[in-house]
């Protein structure tokens, strides 16, 4: 696309794609349903994001369910780094996982 018009490009694709054609990784973060998205793995295609585990119980008092002691890790705790497959990491144990 180098050398023609970005005319008929949307300003999101603009964003997306520029940098792209001048060799910069652009870095897109939002915040979805499950929390904080960084479009980190597969070319900056796959979002990863943090991960938690919790108890489940019902609250008799409050007449309603619950989760409590919730466990947090970091996205860059749970994913694999860019360009290693989840299973071979994990074998491996992990190497490369940033866990606070």
């Known amino acids: 696309m180098s050398g023609r018009s970005c005319r008929g490009l949307s300003s999101l694709a603009r964003r997306l ?6 060799n910069v990784e652009p ?3 939002f915040e979805g349903p499950a929390g904080h998205v960084k479009m980190a793995l597969g070319d900056g295609h796959q979002g990863i994001t943090e991960t938690a585990y919790g ?6 008092q409050k007449q309603m369910p619950e989760i409590v002691d919730i466990i947090r890790y970091p996205a860059e705790c749970v ?20 866990c606070n």
């Open 17 to 22: 794609l520029i940098p792209r054609l001048n």
């Open 79 to 98: 994913n694999p780094p860019a360009g290693v497959e989840a299973e071979k990491w994990i074998a491996d144990g992990m190497k490369g996982a940033k």
């Open 27 to 29: 870095r897109i973060e």
């Open 55 to 60: 108890t489940y119980r019902f609250n008799k």
